[in-house]
């Protein structure tokens, strides 16, 4: 879970915490710089640890919600201490966890991460602690292509997150022993959108693994009874003809776009509105034979995949799911060249595949 999501949540949470991994060393599953979410009633969102961490970090929030003070907690896995951990820990790093209790500042900067985040704008946030990790000040920043600061988004000077922790000393210790700085920034991306067009069985569980890979998905068809929000619970929708509705989605670089409508009329117009736009992904269900007649006579088009999916041997619509949100993860990570896996060998592997599919009748 992103913090595009956890801006979302805490606006409708009453009371939780923000829990931030600050400093990542060795081996974590997690990165520095992930947060996760947790509420006074026990609900979590999001990870830090495979599990590990959170149960310890849960039993703080009361105290932190209740002082209204930041806290520093250390997790401390490496080999020659992980037995003082017991048998359910073992990453085998040292993780140091920020929590702070989402209100005052820090929930207005949350609320207005969002409202930029929604706008598909990335944000930057800084936190400043003062030299004994007293009290802490945030800023927040919209940021334009380039990760240029623009103008500060506003924020109420009179509610300043000066509050005094009672351990000065030890948060003091702790601070020089950890090596923190007493700057902390963070960027966060908007969470990419996915536009499905076709609305059939076999987008349902694309655009639900899409959803919890991260992205947000909105399914586009012009037939109302297959486009309805029961088929689609966490999905946007959109309702009506290429041409009708093509004005309306504002497609930009930073879109994905999968195909999977199966109407081959319908799809020659969506790819004729697509010729002169900008997207990062382009994914086109059906064979490599079914794909060329599709695209004749129409000019090249950019980061196009077809078949769709990664070569898994795919089986059924829910393997067909799994290989598709597989290929969105690596291209959104941009991992494909980079792991030695090429392009071309991706289409071989998924092509044969795909051809069998398709003369099989299960497309």
Request: charged share 25%.
């Amino acid at each position: 879970m992103e913090m595009h999501d956890l801006c979302a949540i805490a606006m409708r949470e009453a009371r939780s915490v923000l829990a931030t991994a600050i400093k990542v060393e060795g081996h974590a599953y997690r990165k520095q710089g992930v947060s996760m979410l947790l509420t006074e009633d026990g609900c979590v969102y999001g990870s830090i640890s495979p599990g590990c961490l959170e149960s310890d970090l849960q039993e703080r929030v009361s105290r932190v919600l209740e002082t209204g003070q930041l806290e520093l907690v250390a997790y401390d896995m490496r080999p020659e201490d992980d037995l003082s951990w017991g048998e359910t820990i073992g990453c085998g790093g040292l993780v140091i966890v920020l929590l702070e209790p989402v209100c005052g500042e820090l929930r207005t900067m949350m609320q207005q991460m969002q409202l930029c985040l929604d706008t598909g704008a990335s944000v930057s946030l800084i936190r400043s602690f003062d030299e004994d990790w007293q009290a802490v000040m945030y800023e927040c920043f919209k940021l334009e292509s380039g990760r240029r600061p623009l103008v500060p988004m506003k924020r109420d000077k009179k509610d300043r997150n000066d509050r005094k922790n009672r351990n000065d000393k030890k948060n003091r210790s702790d601070r020089d022993e950890w090596n923190l700085p007493q700057k902390l920034t963070s960027v966060y991306e908007p969470k990419p959108r996915l536009i499905i067009i076709g609305a059939g069985n076999d987008v349902m569980p694309v655009a639900k693994l899409s959803r919890l890979a991260g992205f947000r998905v909105l399914v586009t068809d012009w037939r109302e009874s297959l486009c309805t929000a029961e088929r689609f619970p966490e999905a946007e929708l959109m309702l009506g003809f290429p041409q009708e509705i093509y004005g309306q989605l504002n497609i930009h670089e930073q879109d994905y776009i999968l195909l999977m409508s199966h109407q081959f009329p319908r799809e020659r117009e969506w790819l004729a509105l697509l010729a002169n736009r900008a997207y990062t992904y382009l994914g086109i269900m059906g064979s490599r034979t079914r794909t060329t007649r599709l695209l004749d006579g129409m000019p090249p088009l950019k980061h196009m995949h077809s078949p769709v999916g990664l070569s898994i041997g795919a089986d059924g619509p829910e393997e067909i799911a799994i290989s598709i949100a597989a290929e969105l993860i690596a291209c959104r990570r941009k991992i494909q060249k980079d792991s030695g896996i090429s392009t071309a060998m991706i289409e071989k592997g998924s092509d044969a595949y795909a051809n069998d599919r398709y003369r099989s009748g299960s497309w």
